[in-house]
């Protein structure tokens, strides 16, 4: 890897961190204003809604601008942002319409960040698939440790100190990660469309995306994932103090089963795709995440309910390597920010869809029935996208994509696009 890899992974590392304090200790920091579970919906849904209202045009901006200097401004500005709610909570006026707010913000800035380290590695270290998924899964692995295994025990500890304390750590490390992105080498940026509006790259992009099987299957699958996942999300601390007994300790805990999953899936992911292949591999790793949660439904106590989490983070945390590794692969240069957008868009205009349903099933039913029917539209999904990654499919693109290594191809290619566009 080049030395430049090395940064960024600290950098991504250092994040991870700080989003795991507050992954934990944001839903217990909601829960100490409110029972509601349509209010905790309102705070889980903001943070997804930049992604609906901005998607598309995020990635086409991404294509224009300097990657590196996205990244670490966005960084730099959630870290300041995030000292708004510290305040609030030192001074006892923390309410649910500020931190819905300060999600939603945050939301704006992880949009342009999550899209410019999608489309910078690739620029990085070029688009070998082997090493974009060794890539991938080194990113992948210390993201699930730090924001899932780490982050979450540390964020219920940093909640007995204070309500600020966990809100300050997590703006400490975007600014560490902010310095660390800035140092990365600055890297040339695709050249544009020539006189295109924004609009109109804004469109190519998502058409890319929507003409092309491959990546519409790798699309949808995350797309119906986040209504699942999030329809678990929003009533998760709820259903781990009501139906499992624990408390913020034990809440956060259970957190870090699912890290812990999420670790070794990652770290299986390159084997499991050159096992089975990474269509039928993104398949497998589908119908394991519908199961687990199916258990997690089930489980009659917090022991089985943290190895179901735990198998249903070793599924998401295959499939989070493989998938954008084969995206990075395959998709042009000049179009992987507007492609990247595109796909994770349709992912998080889902979330939304996802938080609410949780809190609707659980308000008019109970808390596990947002369970089932997440664990059912999981199974469904599996079903329907497998012919769509199949094996062969993803064979077939990467022999497409093998000429772009070749620069005389790729803008013999790149003329043919472009007039097409």
Not at 147 to 152: E, R
Not at 215 to 228: C, K, S, T
Not at 354 to 363: D, Y
């Amino acid at each position: 890897m080049p030395t430049g890899f090395g940064r960024l992974w600290t950098a991504q590392t250092v994040s991870a961190f700080g989003d795991g304090i507050s992954h934990a200790a944001l839903p217990l920091l909601a829960l100490t204003l409110t029972r509601d579970p349509m209010a905790l919906a309102v705070v889980t849904a903001s943070g997804t809604l930049p992604w609906l209202l901005f998607g598309v045009l995020g990635g086409a901006l991404v294509d224009r601008w300097d990657r590196r200097r996205t990244m670490w401004v966005m960084d730099a500005a959630r870290a300041v942002l995030l000292a708004v709610p510290a305040a609030a909570a030192a001074l006892d006026m923390l309410g649910i319409p500020l931190l819905a707010a300060v999600a939603f913000l945050l939301g704006i800035g992880g949009l342009f960040f999550d899209t410019a380290a999608t489309a910078y590695l690739p620029d990085l270290l070029g688009r070998d698939p082997a090493v974009l998924e060794r890539a991938n899964s080194r990113l992948r692995g210390a993201q699930t440790a730090m924001s899932g295994f780490a982050g979450p025990p540390a964020g219920s500890a940093l909640l007995v100190l204070g309500r600020a304390v966990p809100l300050l750590a997590d703006a400490v490390s975007f600014a560490l990660s902010a310095l660390l992105v800035r140092s990365l080498p600055a890297l040339p940026r695709p050249v544009p469309e020539v006189h295109a509006s924004l609009l109109r790259q804004a469109r190519a992009g998502a058409s890319y995306v929507f003409r092309d099987r491959l990546l519409l299957g790798l699309a949808l699958r995350p797309a119906v994932g986040n209504i699942a996942f999030l329809a678990v999300e929003t009533v998760l601390a709820l259903f781990a103090h009501e139906r499992l007994g624990i408390g913020a300790l034990g809440f956060g805990l259970l957190l870090t089963a699912e890290a812990t999953g999420g670790l070794l899936g990652a770290g299986i992911a390159s084997f499991l795709g050159r096992r089975l292949g990474t269509g039928a591999a993104l398949t497998c790793t589908a119908a394991v995440e519908g199961l687990a949660i199916a258990a997690l439904a089930a489980a009659p106590d917090p022991y089985v309910a943290g190895l179901a989490l735990a198998v249903c983070g070793a599924g998401m945390g295959a499939t989070m390597v493989l998938g954008p590794s084969l995206r990075q692969a395959i998709v042009p240069a000049d179009l992987m920010g507007r492609v990247a957008s595109t796909s994770r868009m349709l992912a998080m205009c889902a979330a939304p869809f996802g938080a609410f349903l949780g809190g609707w099933l659980a308000t008019a039913y109970d808390v596990r029935t947002p369970l089932y029917a997440a664990a059912g539209l999981l199974l469904t999904m599996t079903a329907v996208t497998s012919t769509m990654t199949g094996n062969r499919r993803v064979e077939a693109a990467l022999r497409a994509a093998a000429p772009a290594h070749d620069p005389d191809d790729r803008a013999s290619r790149d003329t043919v696009r472009e007039g097409a566009v």
